[in-house]
């Protein structure tokens, strides 16, 4: 049996990498004064056809549950975020900072960096309508990158904003209700043919041309909020994002090459809460996801060596003291050291060979004449030096 095409099974070596990644979203997060919070992984369907656009519609993982509700796994957070918000934001000092890592589900055609899964880390500030929240949350964005290692020549935050479209187009004559067919063609137009790209504007308007000389604005205010942080950004209005539901400044984060897809994306979102939580709160926001990092960390030899985080691997050299030996390691573990040993017996050597594997730092000999003595040997595995210690010491000098 295989995993469904595009699920991943998560063995030791890639869960510790995906541990690396969420400990460094954690870290950062904190930093900036982020909460975490969490959602359900699945929700009513509507939730997701309000407002998300149609193309994540069309990727939905959904079924009729048993109880014949129309639902659906979580596509994204944002939905839900805002329904959560709305739901008990008196019960909270505004602007709201809130992060979370949840794991997403959308029925993609599986390619490099897209998958049917995958965990993305979402970071939204909500009741605040200043530019100093985009651009806390587009310095969020890149000291998340930064903590793992990559700079600015790894990594560009294109900033655009929807407003300017918008205001483009209205003065073209294209009204607002067909303004959404235009952002899909342009958010897809680095993905498209260009002659795809100009039939798509010409289904809505005669003036593909100046469609697509952009708006000629600048974001001068948001820049100089993000100080030093603005040489990580450029302007660009080829970003306009997918998801219908936003409203002002958007952004999107790619590799510096261009050789693969986004590796986040977000921007103002201030009508969201109202249509789905019943408040009318400004709200803006960013997602991250696991895949296309983690092909570029890898990509840049920025992923850790792995360490399993095994102190001691305790080696029985008489089977006549295994009772003894349990007793040990179990004092260890009470003690917080991290401990392993051979279930079963085993020769001494292989039961060294054994800890070596294991990534062990030390190895803790129980032997006839070491535990006579009350001692045990200890054995540090990377430099080969050897003590004997007093049983009830061996916590202590291991820590
Ligand atoms: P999104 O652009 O759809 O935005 O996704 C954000 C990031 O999640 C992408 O840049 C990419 O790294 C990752 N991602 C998305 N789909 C996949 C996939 N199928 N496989 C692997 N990675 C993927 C949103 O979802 C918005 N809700 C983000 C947001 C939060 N906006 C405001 N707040």
């Given at each position: 049996m295989q995993p469904l095409p595009g699920f991943r099974d998560f063995y030791p070596e890639t869960l510790a990498v995906r541990r690396h990644i969420f400990a460094k979203w954690r870290e950062i997060a904190r930093r900036y004064g982020f909460r975490e919070y969490d959602g359900p992984p699945?929700?009513?369907?509507e939730l997701f056809t309000?407002?998300?656009?149609?193309e994540i519609v069309h990727q939905l993982f959904n079924f009729v549950d048993k109880g014949e509700r129309a639902v659906s796994l979580r596509p994204e957070m944002t939905p839900t975020l805002a329904r959560m918000a709305g739901a008990r934001h008196r019960d909270y000092k505004k602007p709201l900072k809130w992060f979370a890592i949840p794991q997403l589900f959308r029925y993609e055609k599986q390619q490099r960096g897209r998958l049917r899964e995958h965990f993305q880390f979402n970071a939204d500030i909500i009741g605040e309508t200043d530019v100093a929240a985009d651009a806390e949350l587009i310095a969020l964005a890149i000291d998340s990158l930064r903590a793992?290692?990559?700079?600015k020549d790894d990594f560009v935050v294109r900033v655009s904003d929807r407003c300017a479209w918008q205001r483009h187009l209205t003065s073209l004559g294209i009204p607002d209700d067909k303004q959404g067919a235009v952002f899909q063609a342009i958010d897809k137009m680095e993905r498209e043919p260009a002659e795809k790209t100009r039939e798509k504007i010409a289904a809505v308007t005669p003036n593909v041309d100046e469609v697509l000389a952009f708006p000629k604005e600048d974001l001068g205010e948001l820049f100089a909020k993000l100080g030093d942080l603005a040489a990580f950004c450029e302007v660009d209005f080829?970003?306009?994002?997918?998801?219908?539901y936003y409203t002002g400044i958007v952004w999107e984060i790619h590799d510096r090459k261009g050789e693969?897809?986004?590796?986040a994306g977000g921007g103002r979102y201030d009508n969201l809460l109202k249509l789905v939580g019943g408040v009318d709160l400004p709200a803006l926001g960013f997602g991250m996801g696991d895949v296309v990092l983690g092909e570029l960390l890898k990509d840049r030899g920025l992923l850790p060596k792995l360490d399993w985080g095994l102190d001691a691997s305790v080696v029985?050299?008489?089977?006549?003291?295994r009772s003894a030996a349990l007793k040990l390691i179990h004092d260890l573990r009470d003690a917080g050291v991290s401990v392993d040993y051979s279930l079963t017996p085993a020769k001494v050597g292989k039961q060294f060979q054994n800890a070596s594997a294991s990534g062990a730092k030390f190895a803790v000999v129980v032997g006839p004449e070491e535990w006579a003595a009350g001692e045990v040997t200890l054995k540090n595995l990377a430099t080969g030096e050897q003590t004997r210690v007093k049983r009830d010491e061996v916590a202590k000098r291991i820590s």
């Open positions: 699945l929700e009513p369907l309000l407002k998300s656009g149609d793992f290692g990559l700079t080829k970003i306009v994002r997918g998801l219908a693969l897809r986004a590796i029985i050299a008489d089977e006549s003291l």
